[in-house]
């Protein structure tokens, strides 16, 4: 039945050749516009296995429980001082909270108000005595800083403490690490680098450790599963607010992206980093293995177009019949092309060895199709 199926539609389409070629154009040119304008990818990885499965279930009590911690996106904010960072941290935050047409949630789990008022309390009772006094010793510098935050400001204190100092009330110790911080500040400004100062280490005398200049922001995007990268729009966002900002190496910050949300997006994006090269040169090895295997161009044009009429085909079905792919069409679609390519050649290989002996063209053609 199969066999003669077969034959019959190789003999119609060798009776009948301009008319099945045309016909073949028209439909692969419909079949084309029309899978451009309908088909939709989905990207969301968690919707290529079934949601049915038991752990797939008991993920989704957990991400129901705690939505908080899925599809997160940390921004990683370092500074020069540690002051640096907190400013850059509450600035960007500040920007990013009220779009919320890409962000359901933006906080910070090592800053804000609540760390501002109840901070202390996640000290040992050495590290807060250690600090009142610091602040103690360095009250005069703050009060006159309070007063008059300016340039202006801080000489005045320090005139206050050279006073005391002349007076007795002071040692020569309480100035010489403020005047040091200054200018070694000034000092390295003036050479071309990046030195602010820290207002922090000024008033205790403690240089900040790495997770003093480091910051977190914690930020849930609304991923858009159509594109390739769903969190690219969110990224993007970030980066460009945070240039507005100001938050580069040229001002002592540098503002990172990672988590969940940025390491998918990066594995998407290496799917189709380098697939125009890697397809063209593909399709020349192709080309040129055929031509050895089969030692004729028109034959080679014959197995391309048609492997290419099949796959365009098969796209616009799957457009119908689907809608979406996912990530695993690209296997298949490559999975397609080696098939199509390999049927290709038994057939022209099959034909090249009936026109050998039997000489007519339509009866090789026919025998072809019937072996």
């Not at 000489?155 to 911080?181: F, Q």
């Not at 190496?249 to 503002?255: T, Y």
């Not at 339509?362 to 025998?367: E, G, P, R, V």
Request: charged share 20%; glycine share 8%; net charge negative.
């Amino acid at each position: 039945m199969i066999a003669r199926l077969i034959v019959a539609l190789v003999t119609a389409s060798r009776r009948f050749a301009w008319l099945v070629v045309g016909a073949g154009v028209l439909l692969t040119a419909a079949a084309s516009w029309y899978t451009v304008g309908n088909i939709g990818i989905d990207t969301d990885t968690n919707r290529m296995l079934s949601p049915e499965l038991p752990w797939r279930k008991a993920e989704a009590v957990f991400d129901a429980a705690f939505p908080r911690g899925t599809g997160i996106l940390l921004v990683v904010v370092d500074g020069a001082t540690a002051d640096a960072a907190d400013d850059a941290a509450a600035a960007l935050a500040a920007r990013l909270a009220p779009r919320e047409d890409l962000f359901r949630l933006v906080t910070r789990p090592d800053g804000g108000a609540y760390f501002g008022r109840n901070g202390l309390l996640y000290l040992s009772v050495p590290e807060v005595k250690g600090m009142t006094e610091q602040l103690i010793a360095a009250q005069p510098l703050i009060g006159e800083l309070a007063a008059d935050p300016s340039l202006r400001g801080l000489m005045s204190a320090l005139g206050l403490i050279a006073e005391g100092i002349a007076r007795g009330d002071a040692k020569l110790d309480d100035l010489s690490r403020p005047a040091d911080a200054i200018a070694d500040s000034v000092t390295r400004t003036a050479a071309g680098e990046v030195a602010p100062l820290s207002w922090q280490q000024l008033m205790t005398g403690r240089k900040p450790g790495a997770g003093e200049t480091r910051k977190f922001i914690l930020v849930q995007p609304k991923l858009d599963y159509s594109q390739l990268e769903p969190g690219s729009a969110a990224r993007d966002t970030i980066r460009t607010i945070a240039a507005e900002l100001g938050l580069d190496a040229a001002h002592g910050i540098r503002v990172r992206l990672t988590g969940s949300v940025a390491l998918a997006d990066e594995e998407l994006a290496s799917v189709a980093e380098g697939t125009g090269l890697a397809g063209i040169v593909s399709v020349v090895l192709v080309l040129l293995l055929l031509f050895l295997g089969v030692r004729s161009a028109r034959m080679v044009f014959a197995i391309m177009a048609t492997t290419l009429v099949g796959l365009i085909s098969t796209a616009a079905f799957a457009t119908v019949a689907l809608g979406t792919l996912n990530m695993l069409s690209v296997a298949f679609a490559v999975l397609f092309l080696g098939l199509a390519v390999d049927f290709g050649i038994q057939f022209a290989i099959r034909f090249r060895d009936e026109h050998y002996r039997i000489m007519s063209f339509d009866d090789a053609l026919k025998s072809t199709a019937e072996r």
